[in-house]
């Protein structure tokens, strides 16, 4: 069966007319689908030759476990990646991603697993008063204050702790 489209339809639809050739079964050859396996014709009518089932020994047609923990998905292993590196791995979008970070230089590693952290404020620390608690460093020996003005023993207060900050 050969369609035969007027002329003024096939220049508006840009269609040129179709050859014997191209004509039945031969009409749908060369398409890039891939729908179907063949064509054949019945009766005037083209029909699709469908692809063959699938076996059932592959091992995509049975069910599988593919979700993730929520602590697996949070804390999978990364590859490192910042900014301006070449060919990063795609990732679902976050404001914190390290792929949208400038690169860190690495920590420097410590010669034999030593420490070097020193707590001391140099020449500023006095070694004598070292492990002072406070009690220690606000004790005066004095007997117990009878007064009870509120002004009074403010007044006293502050002079104590600005000689004592001298």
Known sequence: QVFVVSPTRAAM???THRTTQEAG????????VG???????????ILGLPHGKRSKSLPGNRIRFDAVSEHADKFRP??????????????????????????????PVPFKNASNIEFNDGIHTCHKRRFMTTNQVHFTGE??????NQGMLSDEKVGRRMAQAR
């Open 25 to 32: 079964v031969n009409y749908l050859r060369g398409s890039k």
């Open 13 to 15: 639809a840009g269609l």
């Open 35 to 45: 729908s179907a396996t063949g064509y054949i014709s019945v009766a005037g009518i």
């Open 143 to 148: 007997p117990c204050d009878p007064r009870t």
């Open 78 to 107: 990364t590859p490192y990646s910042y900014a301006s590196m070449d060919r990063k791995p795609l990732t679902p979008y976050h404001p914190l991603a390290y792929r949208s970070r400038l690169a860190v230089e690495d920590a």
